[in-house]
């Protein structure tokens, strides 16, 4: 597949529920108010539109959210998408979670051909965790990321960089993916619906974010490639992979090679676009062939980039619809 500016599109993100059992101060609001379930894609909808697109070249899957894992029979969706895995129609099956389900998912994930996760976590001290996530308890996310790992998993930790908040936690943080084997992403905040905070002031690039390992240890660009946005660092002689999403302070569009599929079945092409086709009710009506078509529309909808920058500075409107229901 191929967008209107030449980028080949290979890569497809999952939301698989808008819910979630954390409530992030970046991503949700307090009170957040989540789609009604009659508005969702079934799971067997989810995994005939996933296996659609597989046919017209998608090659790596990313289920997210919302948590993926409080869906009820994510198990199923997992299987059956693993499968691809292992006839090769897929090169990867990856899922990007809060860990805090891990423990009770680990072995299922393996046996089903998921090699590699991502984590969140934002902070290794339990009482900013707590606060960030107003109330989730960061020993129960070190259990499952234990357990992940113990079945031969991969992980990939996530840390937004929030000012004023938890830059001090850089370093604890580097110190304890070396010692557990796991990569680090740093990845800038993203002006994402309304959470009740003005994100301008929650905003650092990362690059002033990482000065804790810069002032510290050699920091140098390395040519690691994965299928996401980010660019990596190793920091040496600690041996960290460190990974910096930066959307908005060095914007890496001209490569995206990704498509997003909402909770209630909309293809969005960009997380900071409202542009989207709306594959739920096509599907419904004329059965699964209709995303054939739709697909073509919605490339044609990709666009060259976000406006996140706009969007910040005030000179675009911030987007109504949260990280959640596009998936991060
Ligand atoms: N619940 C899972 C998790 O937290 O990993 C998956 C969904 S979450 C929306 C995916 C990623 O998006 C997480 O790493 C989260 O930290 C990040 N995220 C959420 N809101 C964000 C925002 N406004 N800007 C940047 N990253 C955000
Ligand atoms: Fe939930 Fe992930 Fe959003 Fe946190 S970032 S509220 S864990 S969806």
Redesign the pocket.
Known sequence: MLDGFGRKIDYLRISVTDR?N?R?Q??MSENMTFMPKSELLTLEEITLIAERFIGHGVKKIRL?????LVRRDMSDVIQRLGRKVKSGELEELTL???GSLLSEYADHLAIHNVHRI???M?TLDPEKFAEITRGAKVEQVLAGISAARQVGIRVKI?M?ALRDFNQDDLLPMAEYCVKHGHDLTV??????GDVGADRKLEHIPAEKFIAPLTDRYSVNPITHQSAGPARYLAVEPLGLRLGLITPLSNNFCDNCNRLRLTTDGKIFMCLGHNAHVDLRAAVRNEGIEAVDRLLQKALKLKPLRHDFNAQLDGSADILERH??VT??
């Open positions: 979630c954390f992030c970046y991503c997210t959210g919302g948590e993926p990007t979670t809060n991502n984590v969140s934002d996530n937004v990845i800038e905040t993203m002006p994402l990280m959640n998936g991060g």
